[in-house]
T-cell receptor
Framework: AQRVTQPEKLLSVFKGAPVELKCNYSYSGSPELFWYVQYSRQRLQLLLRHISRESIKGFTADLNKGETSFHLKKPFAQEEDSAMYYCALSGRSGNTPLVFGKGTRLSVIA | NAGVTQTPKFQVLKTGQSMTLQCAQDMNHNSMYWYRQDPGMGLRLIYYSASEGTTDKGEVPNGYNVSRLNKREFSLRLESAAPSQTSVYFC????????????FGPGTRLLVL
């Protein structure tokens, strides 16, 4: 079964501090991992995906198959990064729908 | 393009009432989804439709029915609303399943008294 765990419900950091949002997964096959973000009063949207290996808004995430993790990182947090972040998992075959974690609310303090 | 639209934005129901949440997308996507978002529970998949004419249960389908009316529209029906169905409901669409980016609607906030 697919499962995504985001251990932190709330993460507060100061502006300019590094950010790491944790995501661990459980999946028997080859996973594809995603991070979605929901800013206040905006729609949920894709932030980045493992398959494209992009850096979006300064965020990066590395898939660590040994630790079954896909942590989201940013070296210097900005106030506009405050949002709800969801990690999501799909099988590489693409035949199963996404499974989302419970989300982590990031609050960047000025 | 409007993307994914949902109606209504907000609804109050009494226990036992029925209602249908509407969702439409103008991106010619094949797959559509209904999620509910609850505090501390994240996003949970209710039903999805991989393509026109097909629907499948997600993680929490009990108490809901869906209809993929055509390629554009995917509705969610609550036949007999219960307080446990108080939630924010999101519709989403994607080109295909799994690996494709999902595009979300603005959400419908439902309160069942």
């Amino acid at each position: 079964a697919q499962r995504v765990t985001q251990p932190e419900k709330l993460l507060s950091v100061f502006k300019g501090a590094p950010v790491e949002l944790k995501c661990n997964y459980s999946y028997s096959g080859s996973p594809e991992l995603f991070w979605y973000v929901q800013y206040s009063r905006q729609r949920l949207q894709l932030l980045l995906r493992h398959i494209s290996r992009e850096s979006i808004k300064g965020f990066t995430a590395d898939l660590n198959k040994g630790e079954t993790s896909f942590h989201l990182k940013k070296p210097f947090a900005q106030e506009e990064d405050s949002a709800m972040y969801y990690c999501a998992l799909s099988g590489r075959s693409g035949n199963t729908p996404l499974v989302f974690g419970k989300g982590t609310r990031l609050s960047v303090i000025a | 393009n409007a993307g994914v639209t949902q109606t209504p934005k907000f609804q109050v129901l009494k226990t036992g009432q029925s209602m249908t949440l509407q969702c439409a997308q103008d991106m010619n996507h094949n797959s559509m989804y209904w999620y509910r978002q609850d505090p501390g529970m994240g996003l949970r998949l209710i039903y999805y439709s991989a393509s026109e004419g097909t629907t499948d249960k997600g993680e929490v389908p009990n108490g809901y029915n869906v209809s993929r009316l055509n390629k554009r529209e995917f509705s969610l029906r609550l036949e007999s609303a219960a307080p446990s169905q108080t939630s924010v409901y999101f519709c989403a669409s994607s080109e295909g399943r799994g690996l494709e980016t999902q595009y979300f609607g603005p959400g419908t906030r439902l309160l069942v008294l």
